[in-house]
């Protein structure tokens, strides 16, 4: 069965850098393109990054730009996500995303058929 497993979360001050990780398993992984995906208390979804099976082109949302870098190892199966110049606004759960085709490239919130269980990222002096 498909599984998307995150880590790398925690507590860091403003200005800090953390490093994500998605160890997917149960599909073939290099065939797809990923997405993060994030969830601020009391807010919705927000689409954070996504990446082409090939790790060639990646996009990402305004609000991280110039300060994320979404990335992948297919060898290893793991998706990326370093988080540089963080800030209070940063805190979210952060969640990685499989959408159901191979050939979609998704940055939305919406068109994704597998989840992972979410990493806690805060940012806080």
């Known amino acids: 069965q498909v599984q998307l497993v995150e880590s790398g979360g925690g507590l860091v001050e403003p200005g800090g850098s953390l490093r994500l990780s998605c160890a997917a398993s149960?599909?073939?992984?290099?065939?797809?393109?990923m997405s993060w995906v994030r969830q601020a208390p009391g807010k919705g979804l927000e689409w954070v990054s996504a990446?082409?099976?090939?790790?060639?082109?990646?996009t990402y949302a305004d609000s991280v730009k110039g300060r994320f870098t979404i990335s992948r190892d297919n060898a290893k199966n793991t998706l990326y996500l370093q988080m540089n110049s963080l800030k209070p606004e940063d805190t979210a759960v952060y969640y990685c995303?499989?959408?159901?085709?191979?050939?979609?490239?998704?940055?939305?919130?919406?068109?994704?058929?597998?989840w992972g269980q979410g990493t806690q990222v805060t940012v806080s002096s």
């Open positions: 995303a499989k959408p159901p085709l191979d050939s979609m490239v998704v940055v939305t919130t919406d068109e994704y058929d597998y």
């Open positions: 149960g599909f073939a992984f290099r065939r797809y393109s």
């Open positions: 990446i082409n099976s090939g790790g060639e082109f990646t």
